[in-house]
């Protein structure tokens, strides 16, 4: 048996459909719940004397991902969601009347409506119109100014799939003295992932790292962190503390991460993000060929591609009634193979795109 037949064979759910749909959520594998069990089983042994045992387990959990993200374990902390982390961060920066947040206008609301706080306190919330896909890292770039405190992005657009270059607007915030926090749901476990680059970097866990919801990892960099004054306190964050973690995490959720990210490396994160380029290339050739000319840039995909679509609803519909498994976003569909999904696959769902869909046209 091949890795990937072997890796496929452990989403039962995979038999019910075509499932593309990982940008909305990931599957569930077939050992997930036993992984969620054995926390409940040790508390049901030892009650409160486990705890050293979810410690340990949580600390593994956070190596893993410092090794996948390539930063320190003591960078990583825990959250309950993406925009909890984004609004914990936002909320725990001291905000000065004249200060700038820079953000695309059609960014995902979550990452626009934490900078709130920052308003109440006198800031602007500058909302970039991107042009163009292939000229959404340079929109963002033009509009870094003096006094620009923060730049907040997608790493992969949620709607389009244009994965930004992290490292370009990395290396600039840091020359314009700008934060750089970055919403990397739609990132982190689809493609290679350097968070070094960003001074803040948010996911939650159910999407690309198939490991359910509840959890959301926050990696905060030295400057980020060295800014920070944290809004919510508790008694792992006394003052003069700056740490967002303030009480403990979701201990049955990291045991879930822990044993999810044991079970990715060792199918290996080489074949996977192998996998998913290689999915989302022949997706992407297919669907141009089928005249459904990817929204998505082909040189900055991650594992979304998006197709403009004639009556986009009617679509989806059908589509559905054949077994596929995508998401309308406006005027696109949006396709999210992971590594355990098949070319052949993307091959089927676009033979069906062809069928019952017709491609938009005169779209800007």
Known sequence: MSWHDDARARFPH?????????????????????????????????????????????????????????????????????????????????????????????????V???????????????????????????????????GVRVLAVSHVHWETGTRVDLDALGAACRANGTLLVVDGIQALGAVPVDAAAADAYC??????????????????????????????????????????????ANHPGLHVLDATLGLLERIGWDRIHAQVDALGAALHAAASQAGFEPATPSGARAGIV????????????????????IEQRGALLRAAPHFYNSIDEVGSFVDALRRVARPLTGRS
């Open 203 to 248: 996911a939650a866990t159910f999407k690309w790292l198939l490991s359910g919801f509840g959890l959301a990892i926050m990696v905060v960099g030295e400057r980020l962190q060295a800014a920070l004054d944290p809004a919510q306190r508790g008694y792992l964050n006394p003052p003069p503390s700056r740490s967002l973690q303030a009480s403990h």
């Open 112 to 146: 626009r409506l934490a900078w709130t706080v920052a308003e109440r306190a006198g800031a602007t919330v500058l909302e970039v119109p991107v042009p163009a896909e292939s000229a959404r890292g340079a929109a963002l770039l033009a509009a870094l100014e003096p």
């Open 306 to 325: 998006s197709l403009p679509c004639a009556e986009p609803e009617a679509a989806l519909a059908r589509l559905h009634a054949l077994g596929f498994r």
């Open 14 to 110: 995979l038999g019910e459909c075509t499932y593309l749909n990982t940008a909305a959520a990931g599957l569930a594998w077939t050992g997930q719940g036993a992984a969620a069990a054995a926390h409940w089983d040790l508390a049901m042994r030892d009650g409160y004397d486990a705890r050293e045992a979810w410690r340990a387990r949580s600390a593994r959990a956070a190596e893993r991902v410092a090794a996948l993200l390539g930063v320190p374990a003591s960078h990583v902390l825990f959250a309950g969601t993406t925009t909890d982390a984004l609004n914990r961060i936002a909320a725990a920066l001291p905000w000065r009347p004249g200060d700038r947040v820079v953000l695309a206008a059609d960014e995902f609301p979550s």
